[in-house]
């Protein structure tokens, strides 16, 4: 067991429990303006990211013979904010065929066919990449709405794991 008097046990009760507590965690002061400024660097992080897997997700499914059939779930609230909703392969797809192939001639149906292990492994790695791509638009859409309610003269108490998901 931990001392009282440890300065392990002082160090976390500092950090924890400074002057300015609220809840018993320690808030730090800053001005909007520098929160503003940190959520621009955090957003465009965020932009790069939904790039990364956007491009991920296209050439994943041009490596693919089979087509994605199941429109993405996307809560009401943010299915109108989406500059573009990809398809996702659905389980019934997945394990039991599908009549519609991608052929050098377009799309084309076909006899049922199931896909091999090595494609089934193929289509769920594009639908963890449509998954990641959909995470990173709802957040950036989170992030550009507390961007725009921050006031830039108002001063925020923000905690420790406010702080360093923004860089300050």
Do not use: W
Not at 34 to 56: F, G, P, R, W
Not at 106 to 114: D, H, P, T, V, Y
Not at 118 to 134: D, F, G, L, S, T
């Amino acid at each position: 067991m931990l001392d009282k008097n440890s300065d392990l046990v002082k160090g976390f009760y500092n950090l924890f429990n400074g002057d300015n507590k609220e809840g018993g965690i320690k808030y730090h002061k800053k001005k909007g303006s520098d929160i503003k400024q940190a959520l621009n660097n955090v957003i465009m992080q965020t932009n790069k990211e939904k790039s990364d897997y956007l491009d991920k997700m296209k050439a994943e499914s041009d490596e693919l013979s089979f087509v994605p059939d199941v429109e993405c779930e996307i809560s009401y609230e943010y299915k109108h904010l989406f500059e573009y909703i990809p398809k996702k392969f659905s389980y019934d797809m997945l394990y039991h065929g599908e009549r519609y192939v991608r052929t050098d001639r377009g799309i084309e149906e076909q006899a049922i066919r199931k896909p091999t292990d090595e494609e089934r492994q193929e289509m769920h790695e594009y639908n963890r990449y449509v998954q990641k791509y959909i995470d990173m638009c709802i957040n950036k859409i989170k992030l550009d709405t507390l961007r725009k309610n921050i006031q830039e003269n108002k001063t925020y108490s923000l905690s420790i794991d406010q702080l360093s998901i923004l860089g300050l």
